[in-house]
């Protein structure tokens, strides 16, 4: 894997034509999607900026693939509208659309060689001979399969399949790439090998690639923009540290690692300019970042990523202006990397904490029945929509 | 024995039932048939063995109209079917739905009543004083003072009607596998319905033809049942030509010489059709 560029420190921005402004290559606006009685899609809009890597992330039946297939025309939405470039293109077919699909089995014509099946669309378009020639060993180099031209999609692997349907969309020069679960065919060290590739792919050619996936590392891995969906809906849109750090939904905050929720009834009246309190369950005193709270009224749900979390010892002081609270170690296990703990407080919270291992020995490390403290920097709390249930 | 040559010996025994099968219903009784196409003599005295190549010259010689025939009518009834049999497939495999099981048992239905009850059936239907050949003769099908029964196309619509679902279901399985999302690239593709057809569809499809082609050509060539209910003797075709020598004249030899001119006419047709179609492709997408 030599022939794709090295990784520049920023990705590279085509620049557009109004001369560097972002601009608006796909455009939902209020799409819904219905099956029979069945809302497969409930009120959908999202814009994706020209160049951007943007990944639809989401459990399966989430709509994600119906998203993208409404994109590439396949599907109909039953409402709203699809843009390209700004064109309305709701009723247009697939063929009459400026983008194509890596599809997630690939797709690929049994009957006809890599080579044929890469010319595909361009002798569909009446491209010229001698420029299709050349621009499918063109392609046939990027993705690196120019000594299996000759094959038949029968003899390849799942990567090389893979590989061909990439250049089989891509030789068309589409304004936008879309790929459903490009990788989910294959084994865990392709996909990572393969996620660096299709990202390297895409820098250097510049196009935007929706890529639609489950795997929250690749589409974090991947993806300028991450829209995690749930239930037919957008629940968050952002980069993958705005998703990592500053959830604002409890499925985001859970379906992007793990996090620890915590209800909380806020206390009225600001702290100081900056933070808000509010009391837990089991009536302990926690901050948060008032401008994280904005918005909502009544009981929140406040988060912390369990690598955020230190324990403590009773007979410890944790770092003034922390948020603590106390219970006990129910299970503590060693990961060689890191330690991983549970612990549950009086009213029934659980808490996981994962600290790195820099003790070496377990002197340093909780057992379980043990008493601690559970505490972590105010401003690594995050708020979610206000919870009712336990987390 | 060891275990290793146990193991390297299992696959035989498992072909060994299937073996016996053909060495005792088609080695020996080919062989059989080859030195009796080669023997001579009358059915009063009995035939031996005396090397007599030139019946199959005189067989051809005597027999070539009924040859042509029989290769016309099983052509001509094979074309017939596919250009039936190919929409029907299509659309049981893409729009029949839930109903796709229903179709499939109306398409073989009629192989629960035997052929020959069958073909006598079309025989009543299609008589002269029916109200058929009457409508026929309206729309212009069957001359005013002509017939429909006893003509080589009665005999031609037998064998479409008689050997139709041999031509649907192989298309029908072929068309059925063809994975629904290389529709959805080609139109990703920049292909129309119409050219995703030509150039997915109908490609992905011709193991499938190739198959029904010769389910249907085969037998057709061989047939005599249609020829002699529905047909007269201008529409004899070699089965039936085969069938009498064997039957009633029992001048064996002449009868296997007949049979083995018309298995290597069908061996070579067979080959060049292959040919056409690129057996690349038959042998590939077959697995």
């Known amino acids: 894997m030599t022939t794709v560029p090295e990784s520049t420190e920023t990705p590279r921005r085509p620049a557009t034509a109004a001369g560097g402004a972002e601009q608006r290559d796909i455009c939902l606006e209020h799409v819904h999607k219905r099956y029979g009685d069945q809302t497969v899609i409930g009120d959908l809009s999202l814009d994706i900026e020209q160049g951007r890597f943007y990944a639809l992330l989401g459990p399966s039946g989430c709509g994600k693939t119906t998203t993208l297939r409404m994109i590439g025309g396949f599907e109909l939405p039953t409402s709203g509208t699809v843009l390209l470039a700004g064109q309305d293109v709701t009723q247009l077919p697939p063929h009459k659309r400026e983008v194509n699909t890596v599809f997630q089995s690939y797709a690929l014509f049994p009957h006809l060689s890599v080579e044929k099946n890469v010319a595909f669309g361009l002798e569909r378009r009446k491209v010229d001979k001698h420029e299709t020639k050349r621009r499918v060993a063109e392609m046939l180099e990027t993705v690196q399969l120019t000594h299996l031209a000759k094959r038949r999609p029968g003899q390849l692997s799942g990567g090389q399949a893979q590989r061909v349907a990439l250049a089989r969309a891509l030789v068309n020069k589409p304004r936008a790439l879309l790929l459903d679960e490009p990788l989910g065919a294959l084994d865990l060290r392709l996909r990572r090998q393969l996620q660096d590739q299709l990202k390297a792919i895409q820098r250097e050619i510049g196009i935007t690639f929706v890529h639609v996936t489950h795997d929250q590392e690749e589409a974090m891995s991947m993806a300028d923009t991450i829209a995690v969906m749930n239930g037919g809906a957008i629940e968050q849109q952002g980069s993958a540290e705005d998703l990592y750090e500053r959830p604002e939904t409890s499925f985001v905050a859970n379906f992007l690692g793990t996090s620890n929720l915590v209800d909380v009834t806020p206390e009225s009246g600001t702290l100081d300019h900056e933070f808000s ?5 089991d009536r302990e005193p926690v901050r948060y970042l008032t401008h994280r709270a904005e ?22 002081e944790p770092p003034a202006g922390d948020n603590v609270l106390h219970g006990k170690v129910v299970q503590s296990t060693f990961l060689g990397v890191t330690l991983q703990y549970l612990v549950r407080t009086s009213g029934g919270l659980e808490l996981n904490v994962v600290e790195p291992n820099l003790v070496g020995n377990s002197a340093g490390t909780f057992g379980a029945g043990q008493d601690v403290q559970v505490a972590w920097d105010a401003r690594q709390t995050f708020v979610v929509e206000g919870g009712t249930a336990g987390a | 024995m060891s275990l290793s040559r146990r193991r390297r010996m299992l696959p035989w025994w498992f072909a060994l039932p299937g073996l016996l099968w053909l060495i005792v219903f088609f080695a020996i009784p080919i062989l059989n048939q080859v030195s009796v196409s080669l023997m001579s003599g009358d059915p009063e005295k009995g035939y031996e063995l005396t090397w007599t190549f030139s019946t199959y010259w005189d067989a051809i010689r005597d027999y070539h109209a009924q040859f042509t025939r029989s290769f016309g009518y099983a052509g001509a009834a094979t074309l017939i079917d596919f250009v039936i049999a190919f929409p029907l497939a299509y659309f049981i495999a893409y729009k029949a739905g839930r109903f796709k099981g229903l179709w499939l048992l109306l398409v073989i239905l009629p192989f629960f009543v035997s052929q020959v009850m069958r073909t006598a059936s079309w025989q009543l239907i299609l008589n002269d004083q029916g109200w058929l050949v009457a409508r026929m003769q309206d729309v212009g099908v069957v001359s005013d003072d002509g017939r429909f029964l006893a003509t080589g196309k009665a005999v031609i ?16 399985a072929t068309l059925d596998r063809i994975d629904r999302r290389l529709i959805e690239a080609a139109s990703d593709l920049y292909c129309s319905r119409w050219t995703a057809f030509r150039k997915v569809t109908l490609p992905l499809a011709v193991p499938g033809i190739f198959a029904g082609s010769l389910l249907v050509f085969i037998p057709a060539c061989g047939d005599y049942i249609n020829s002699s209910i529905l047909g007269s003797s201008n529409t004899t075709m070699i089965g039936n030509v085969i069938q009498s020598k064997f039957l009633n004249v029992l001048d064996y030899p002449t009868a296997a010489a007949l049979s083995f001119i018309l298995m290597g006419v069908i061996l070579l047709g067979i080959a060049i059709y292959g040919r056409v179609l690129g057996t690349k492709n038959l042998t590939e997408l077959a697995g």
């Open chain 1, 277 to 281: 309190r509010g009391t837990t369950v």
């Open chain 1, 295 to 316: 918005g909502y009224a009544g009981p929140i749900r406040i988060g912390v990523r369990p690598e955020k979390v230190r324990l403590y010892a009773t007979d410890q």
């Open chain 2, 157 to 172: 619509f037998g064998i479409s009607y008689n050997f139709l679902p041999f031509m649907v279901l192989p298309i029908y």
